[in-house]
């Protein structure tokens, strides 16, 4: 009589321990893929807050101090695809940077999983076009920009 066909638990086990081994490497470096991709959301967020200051600029010779003035909303969260999402759904918090009331720059905040983004963490650009970070790039901003 022939031995019936399949696989056996030695090989199985085998297999087993390599896929195991392929997602402990891969999948840090998949997380890490997908933050970098999503901070380009949060940089899509801030040119986006800049123009429409610089509009607003334009039309009424001043800087706003609202998101509401810009046509966002009070808060204006951004997800993966730099698109208005839900505060649950959001990559980014989009907050405009005051001092004495008077409009500095817009920062992106990272929100819900993009918190991860230790490396360069809150985005800012200033109304110059200054580009900083707070992370731990944060002498380094052109590694995040």
Known sequence: MRGVGGFSL?????????????MLVALPAYREMV????R??????????INRQERH?????KYSTSMTELGFGSDYYVGPTADVASEDDAVYRVELALEEGVFRAVRA???????RDTDCGTLTLDRWGGRGV????????????
């Open 57 to 61: 600029l334009l039309n009424f010779k």
């Open 10 to 22: 030695l090989e199985l086990l085998s297999v087993l321990a390599i896929a195991s081994v392929l």
């Open 35 to 38: 933050v970098r991709a999503q």
């Open 40 to 49: 380009v959301a949060g940089k899509v967020a801030l040119m986006e807050v």
């Open 134 to 145: 707070l992370g731990t790039f944060a002498t380094q901003p052109g590694r995040c920009w």
């Open 109 to 115: 905040v990272p929100w819900n999983a993009q918190r």
